[in-house]
């Protein structure tokens, strides 16, 4: 799921983030939260003038991933893949690192 903010505060980034909490709570699952590295967050900011929000606090691991895997699958989906300014400048800063934090949610309701 997204970090709380939805990353980029849409609207649908924050509601899936939302449903994918409610439905922890109430099977005691454990979250995965992915977010931007503070620095990356600034600067897209800057670039895009998108309120980009930063993933920080305790228990956020860096990550190294394999973007040639993430390319082709996002190949798969135009929508993401065609004429993405931010996403192709987000993967530029990012490198091969993604941020992510595990987050056991407790409390069923």
Same mark, same amino acid.
């Given at each position: ?6 990353v ?7 509601? @899936?983030? !939302? +449903?994918? $909490? %409610? ?8 979250? *995965? #939260?992915?977010?931007?590295?503070? @620095?990356? !967050? +600034?600067? $897209? %900011? ?5 309120p980009?929000?930063? *993933? #920080?606090?305790?228990?956020v ?34 490198g ?10 407790s409390?069923?309701?």
């Amino acid at each position: 799921m997204f970090e709380p903010a939805g990353v980029t505060g849409h609207g649908d980034h924050r509601a @899936a983030t !939302a +449903a994918a $909490l %409610r439905v922890a709570r109430r099977h005691d699952l454990a979250t *995965l #939260e992915w977010g931007l590295q503070p @620095a990356v !967050a +600034a600067t $897209l %900011r800057t670039e895009f003038g998108v309120p980009f929000s930063a *993933l #920080e606090g305790p228990e956020v691991h860096d990550v190294q991933v394999d973007r040639i895997r993430q390319s082709s699958a996002m190949a798969c989906h135009s929508s993401q893949s065609t004429d993405n300014p931010v996403l192709r400048r987000r993967l530029e800063l990012q490198g091969c690192t993604e941020r992510v934090r595990f987050h056991q949610v407790s409390g069923r309701g």
